[in-house]
Structure formats: structure tokens, C-alpha cells
């Protein structure tokens, strides 16, 4: 079993910059490929970013490749998201996820891909 606990939401003005975390616990934590996702009142779930377990692969949606960043510390247990140039559009509750990967390469961008999912954490963004 692996636990995920996301912080570091809030409301932000366009143009802005937040950072979240989503800290990692269990047997198998620091194995698992981590992703984020976020999804928008009335909107599906939607892929945001993904990392390997090495860290040494991510992924980025289109709409966030550029202005997010997302990261491994901690010896791999804690998943930052750095986001910068914030844009209303980016205004959803964002959520963590993780799925046990052997290869240590592996980034996955489908929410049925993961087995472990963090309550989530909300990010406002006005103009």
C-alpha cells in the first residue's frame, strides 16, 4: 500500500507561481511512477504531469509543458509540482497519484494507470 498526501494548493492571481507536494509513505513508495492530475468543476480528471521513479523521465500535458515542472526529493518520496505563469485555466482541485513501476522509467498518463491516488488539494487562479 502506498499513501499519498498533497499540499500546498490556494488561490493565486494569473501570472503567479505555486508549488505542490505530494508526499509519498509505504513499502513501495519510492517505486512508483507519480503523477499529477487536476480536474476542473464539471470536467473530467485530466492528465497534468508525470515522473519515473528514477526521476530521470517526465511527461507534461500541452496545455502545462513549459510553465510546470515536476520533480522527485527526498530520496525519491516526495513529488513536487512547480507551477509558474498561472492562468485561470489552471484553477482545479489537483490530485496525486502512483502506481508501482519495475523498470524505473516509466510515466504514465491515463488516470486508470494508477492505483494510489492522494484526497487532493485545490488551486484557485484569478485575473
Known amino acids: 500500500q502506498v499513501q499519498l498526501v498533497e499540499s500546498g494548493g490556494g488561490s493565486m492571481q494569473a501570472g503567479g507561481s505555486l508549488r505542490l507536494s505530494c508526499a509519498a509513505s509505504g513499502r513501495t513508495a519510492s517505486s512508483c511512477a507519480v503523477g499529477w492530475f487536476r480536474q476542473a468543476p464539471g470536467k473530467e480528471r485530466e492528465f497534468v504531469a508525470g515522473?519515473?521513479?528514477?526521476?530521470?523521465?517526465?511527461k507534461y500535458s500541452d496545455s502545462v509543458k513549459g510553465r510546470f515542472s515536476i520533480s522527485r526529493v527526498n530520496a525519491r518520496n516526495t513529488v513536487q509540482l512547480r507551477m509558474d505563469n498561472l492562468d485561470p485555466e489552471d484553477t482545479a482541485v489537483y490530485y496525486c497519484?502512483?502506481?508501482?513501476?519495475?523498470?524505473?522509467?516509466?510515466?504514465?498518463?491515463?488516470?486508470?494507470?494508477?492505483?494510489?491516488w492522494g484526497q487532493g488539494t485545490r488551486v484557485t487562479v484569478s485575473s
Open positions: 497519484a502512483a502506481v508501482w513501476d519495475r523498470s524505473g522509467m516509466g510515466t504514465y498518463t491515463r488516470v486508470d494507470e494508477y492505483n494510489y
Open positions: 515522473i519515473s521513479w528514477s526521476g530521470r523521465i517526465t
